[in-house]
Nanobody, 123 residues
Framework: VQLQAFGGGLVQAGGFLRLSCVAS????????TGWFRQAPGKEREFVAG????????YYADSVKGRFTISKVSAKNTVYLQMNSLKPEDTAVYYC?????????????????WGQGTQVTVSS
């Protein structure tokens, strides 16, 4: 499985961005994709996740109501729509995939990772 994440950029506070994660070689629908982020000097943290089968969505409390995760199975693509961005959302965003139907918030549960895309929110 190879993951490609893109769509990051520089945006002002209150603005929006949409990240995309394309998964090639995904062998099963019994899988979940998560978005994580890592700010300088901080640990990588869970942002949102979605199950490929059923489409159940999960969010970190810090982004609920502002971010939306979705997928287009035919395109093997997961999106992260980020609205009302705040300076504290600044980080490198990574997408990751795990086999097994559950979304986990732990980095260790994911076997495949994309290269990361930088999101910078200016105040």
């Amino acid at each position: 499985v190879q993951l490609q994440a893109f769509g990051g950029g520089l945006v002002q506070a209150g603005g929006f961005l949409r990240l995309s994660c394309v998964a090639s070689g995904r062998a099963s629908n019994d899988a979940a994709t998560g978005w994580f982020r890592q700010a300088p000097g901080k640990e990588r943290e869970f942002v949102a996740g979605i199950r490929w089968s059923g489409g159940n969505q999960y969010y970190a409390d810090s982004v609920k109501g502002r971010f939306t995760i979705s997928k287009v199975s035919a395109k093997n693509t997961v999106y992260l729509q980020m609205n009302s961005l705040k300076p504290e959302d600044t980080a490198v965003y990574y997408c990751a995939l795990r086999y097994g139907s559950e979304v986990h918030s732990s980095v260790q549960q994911y076997n495949y990772w994309g290269q990361g895309t930088q999101v910078t929110v200016s105040s």
